[in-house]
């Protein structure tokens, strides 16, 4: 039983497809793997009966050859996405009870494909984290170790469970979503593959919101090719998302082996950080060295506001995340705490519903929106907002079709080792990947190497917008290139 | 720009958090640090910017203005945490 859950997405989909597999053996494997695996907590809520009767409606469409493009695939969903009849929480305290009597429509494209959904993943209360600390439901435990070691490590963070599920083999990919990097860095820490597609290319519509303007849906899978498959499911337009693009979604595994040769790969020479360590300048090297031997032409190119994306996001999603934060009132869903007035019903249903990270970065918002300093942060950071694009505008004006950078600053980090004085220190996990979200432009993390203790390390490859096709070619040259990379069980 | 104790409180009051006296001061370090790290943002040149308002270029969509879903009071209810007949109970509110 366990060999199925070595499988790809899309070994297990070629073999249920020739009939040599039924999706409720798969899907009774991973079940089965995601019990052994409770130590990492990775799941907040278990959905075994689910994925049965789903496994099994799914081979019964196999059996009379009408199955769709995912039939059978046993997946994990992000505890961000609502899922109808099935609790879903954000992973905070405020929506610990919630369940939704509506499907998102990310969701609701995967099972209209044919995927079994395994259960909910745990991520950083209401996506806000670098970490997978934040939860109401504890951290999530790394699959990875250093060398040796037992320190338990961070998966990275907000969708660290889906990562982890991914990176344990407990589910053949996952839904995850990424504001500032929350896809990518947890795909860099676990040695998978994340990528967050372009802004407006998958509904927004029935996901917990964090900050509209950056929050967007990506898979996390063991490889390039099975990222593809997912987003080629996930994505497409929507009439409930008036940001969701009415562009048709192509045929995205198509990309993968397509030739490389003669695109030009910008490197941006601000992601060079001071500090950075040897390690990840020595991946990244390799990445370029990988790509030029494909055919890519590398350029030199330059990003100059690079610096002011971190501390300009900062104003940015807490603003807008103090805004969609402000429907948690106890009175329509959720929890609720008795007051002495409805003020006091308020102030005291969102002091006990809300964690640390949570209420800062409301209160932060709730700041730099209100009267008299609205232009000196909120304005001025948007204004800021336009450069950080233009500088990506440019690049690509002059023949640029991706760049390649680090994912991350460092590898994996030991749970509790961050943050504990300084919320900054936290934040700059993302350094590398939150320009993307500010510019809303696709990118792919994909895994590239180890570091000395043996932890994965991943680059990051940044496309033109809606070109997320690329992003899959080049992915793939670097994983033929450095190979996958597998947790080794310990739980 | 720093925030001091009142600030913090007053923060608090227009986000609709209760803060106990004893976080107060905890708080506003955690603020003043994150507002430290952005003050970078003031080195910035953005005489004649736009600020964004769209990252990706669209015309904002429209529909006919007609019903698409509704006549359901009890999924819009069924996660309501006081209610009595399809109705949101509420601590009283005019006196």
């Known amino acids: 039983m366990t060999e199925l859950t070595t499988l790809t997405l899309a070994e297990a989909r070629d073999r249920l497809r020739k009939k040599e597999l039924s999706s409720a053996e798969l899907t009774a494997a991973h079940v089965s793997a995601i019990e052994k695996a409770r130590s990492l907590n990775a799941f907040v809520l278990e959905t075994p009966e689910q994925a049965t009767a789903m496994a099994e409606a799914s081979d019964a469409r196999l059996a009379k050859g009408e199955g769709g493009p995912l039939e059978g695939i046993p997946l994990a969903i992000k505890d961000l996405f609502c899922t109808k ?276 970065r409301v209160m932060i918002g709730t700041y730099v929106l209100s009267a008299g300093y609205y232009d000196a942060y909120y304005l001025r950071a948007q204004k800021v907002r336009t450069l950080i694009k233009r500088d990506f505008e440019q690049c690509f004006a002059q023949g640029v079709h991706a760049m390649l950078t680090p994912a991350t600053p460092s590898a994996s980090f030991g749970i509790g080792e961050k943050g504990g004085a300084d919320p900054v220190e936290m934040y700059l996990n993302d350094v590398f990947t939150v320009t993307v979200n500010m510019a809303g432009l696709p990118g792919i993390a994909v895994p590239a190497g180890s570091d000395a203790q043996g932890l994965p390390l991943g680059l990051q490859l940044i496309g033109r917008p809606f070109d997320e096709e690329t992003l899959f070619a080049l992915g793939e040259v670097i994983e033929q290139a450095a190979g996958r990379f597998v947790a080794q069980p310990w739980w | 720009m720093s925030v001091d104790a009142s600030t913090v409180r007053r923060i608090a009051r227009l986000a609709r958090i209760a803060v106990a006296e004893d976080e107060v001061d905890h708080l506003r370090g955690e603020l003043n640090a994150i507002l430290a790290f952005v003050e970078q943002l003031g080195e910035v040149n953005v005489e004649g910017v736009e600020p964004m308002t769209s990252v990706t270029p669209m015309a904002m969509k429209t529909r006919k203005d007609v019903v698409t879903d509704g006549g359901d009071p009890e999924a819009v209810m069924a996660n309501a945490p006081k209610s009595e007949d399809d109705f949101y109970l509420v601590p009283k509110v005019i006196e």
């Open chain 1, 85 to 360: 009849g099935v609790r879903t929480t954000a992973c905070s305290h405020i929506l610990d009870n919630f369940v939704p009597t509506y499907e998102s429509t990310v969701t609701s494209q995967l099972w209209r494909d044919g995927a079994v959904m395994l259960g909910k993943t745990n991520n950083d209360e209401f996506a806000m984290g670098s970490s997978n600390e934040t939860s109401y439901f504890g951290p999530v435990q790394s699959p990875w170790r250093r060398k040796g070691l037992n320190a338990p490590l961070v998966p990275g963070g907000s969708s660290g469970g889906s990562a982890a599920a991914v990176a344990a083999q407990l589910c053949l990919g996952a839904t995850a979503t990424d504001t500032g990097g929350s896809i990518r860095q947890p795909a860099a820490f676990t040695g998978t593959v994340g990528i967050k597609p372009t802004y407006g290319r998958c509904s927004r519509w029935g996901i917990v919101a964090f900050a509209s303007s950056l929050d967007q849906a990506g898979p996390m899978a063991k490889t390039v090719r099975d990222a593809a498959i997912m987003l080629r499911s996930m994505a497409g337009p929507d009439a409930k998302d008036t940001t969701c693009v009415d562009l048709p979604v192509p045929e995205y595994e198509a990309a993968i082996g397509r030739s490389v040769k003669g695109l030009r790969i910008g490197i941006p020479k601000e992601y060079r950080l001071d500090g950075m360590p040897a390690e990840i300048e020595k991946i990244w090297q390799q990445g370029r060295e990988w790509l030029k031997a494909a055919g890519a032409e590398l350029v030199d190119v330059s990003l100059p506001h690079t610096k002011y994306a971190l501390p300009a996001y900062y104003i940015v999603a807490p603003a807008e995340a103090s805004s969609n934060l402000a429907r948690y009132d106890g009175v329509r869903y959720g929890l609720r705490v008795d007051g002495k007035d409805i003020t006091g019903m308020y102030e005291a249903t969102r002091a006990a519903g809300f964690g640390g990270e949570v209420r800062r």
